[in-house]
């Protein structure tokens, strides 16, 4: 067997592989022998069948197995052996198809296109200047949380007028150009959140409404052509309700209201435990206190972001864009030719980041242990526990559900390449000059858009 390598340039090479008889014999021959061994045919004893009758009826395809098998078990070895940082998957030469006889007896030469990574240089030092932000709490946003945390708590009422950010528990019949009962139209039963309405005119006209009120409802402005919530409030298909053009009669069978939970101590104990807080002054600055911490993960998402881009301005090198494309199209049978192009340049800056990442890793010795790991995903997990509930749950039972979730492996490795994502910006982080700046919330929500 021969393999050898033709550089085409810095960023293309050919793998050909040449094999003879010689290379795969032995391995057809054991292959065909134990598979008479384990074969059952009419007129043989199991295990009796004669390995020249296993040859002479599935001869042909154990040879192209077992030559797959080799061509596999080759080029992984040599890609190895040369040290040879390879992107994507070698693919097989497509304008170099060769015929063969597959009588056991051919010489077999195989040519395999390989993308190769890119060599560059990168360090990261205190010359390399940041913007750190430090997020500050400002009213508006302050007494928005307040707010959805009062309602969380707070108790449903049924007042006899609808109000602003009520909702309408209503009859939804939907109505023909001329203002009558479409027939055999789509009819719902539903909740009507006015805080979801986006037009401020059919807003309007929805408040002040008592039990039994009817209104004709243009439900696609009511909702600014949002299909999905258009879909989820009449229980039809979203490609429906993206094509639906009927208004509707909307019958008020109730009005709900979300009251607000009073600023009492028994709301304080539900929230951060008896006796934590007990004025009105605490409680706030412990709000406070909260939205700074969620704020300070904000920044520094912020941060990471602007390390990405950094970063990818900083160093500039070209990728084997071509074989990539084709390696994408050859992996995704189903992508079109109009997605390949309208997604290559995110696929592109991503796997120049993976490739900036990799290298700092590399050079820095920076690893990832599974305390790491465990850490993050049980930080993860309580994150997501606290949207429910702000006490959270106990420490014992969210490391078990953290030994459940790690026990997935696309979630180990999911967090796995968070962990080694956060250590590369840790990393940066420590070595650049980070320029602090405080910011309103509301601003730094504004910039964080953009």
Aim: proline share 3%.
């Amino acid at each position: 067997m021969n393999i050898s390598q033709e550089k085409i340039d810095n960023l293309n090479a050919v793998v050909k592989i040449n094999i003879n008889p010689e290379d795969y014999q032995p391995r057809v021959d054991k292959a065909i022998k134990d598979q008479a061994k384990k074969a059952k045919m009419p007129g043989f004893r199991p295990g009796m069948v004669p390995a020249s009758h296993i040859k002479r009826m599935y001869g042909k395809s154990i040879l192209v197995d077992e030559i797959n098998n080799m061509l596999s078990d080759t080029l992984n070895k040599y890609l190895t052996d040369e040290k040879l940082e390879v992107l994507g998957q070698p693919l097989p030469k497509a304008d170099d198809q060769k015929e063969y006889n597959w009588d056991f007896a051919d010489n077999f030469e195989f040519n395999y296109e390989v993308g190769l990574a890119p060599e560059f240089n990168i360090e990261f030092s205190s010359k390399d200047k940041l913007t750190q932000y430090i997020i500050k709490v400002d009213d508006e946003t302050l007494a928005s949380r307040i707010k959805s945390i009062r309602r969380s708590y707070g108790k449903m009422t049924n007042p006899d007028v609808s109000a602003d950010e009520d909702v309408l528990y209503s009859d939804l019949v939907q109505l023909s150009p001329d203002g009558s009962v479409f027939e055999d139209g789509i009819t719902n039963t539903a909740s009507v959140r006015l805080d979801q309405i986006k037009d401020e005119a059919i807003k309007a006209s929805l408040i002040g409404l008592k039990k039994g009120d009817e209104v004709v409802l243009d439900i696609q402005k009511a909702f600014d052509n949002d299909a999905a919530k258009v879909a989820g409030l009449l229980k039809i298909e979203e490609e429906t309700a993206a094509d639906l053009k009927s208004n509707f009669r909307l019958t008020v069978k109730n009005v709900n209201r979300l009251e607000e939970s009073d600023l009492n101590q028994e709301f304080f104990d539900k929230l951060f435990g008896e006796g934590t807080v007990t004025t009105e002054e605490e409680f706030r600055a412990k709000i406070t206190e909260e939205i700074e911490t969620m704020m300070v993960q904000d920044a520094d998402r912020k941060l990471q972001d602007d390390i990405y881009q950094y970063g990818l301005n900083k160093v500039q090198f070209e990728l084997p864009d071509e074989f990539l494309k084709r390696w994408l199209k050859a992996t995704n049978e189903k992508l079109t030719p109009e997605e390949l192009a309208g997604g290559y340049s995110d696929f592109a800056k991503n796997l120049k980041w993976t490739l900036i990442e990799n290298k700092i890793i590399k050079e820095n010795n920076i690893d990832v242990n599974y305390d790491e790991v465990f850490a993050l995903a049980k930080a993860r997990l309580e994150q997501q526990f606290r949207m429910y509930s702000p006490q959270g749950i106990d420490e014992e039972q969210l490391g078990q559900y953290t030994v459940q979730y790690l026990q997935n492996r696309e979630n180990a490795n999911k967090i796995f390449e968070e962990v080694k994502a956060l250590k590369v910006f840790d990393f940066v982080k420590s070595v650049a000059t980070l320029d602090k700046k405080e910011i309103l919330y509301t601003e730094f929500a504004k910039l964080f858009a953009q």
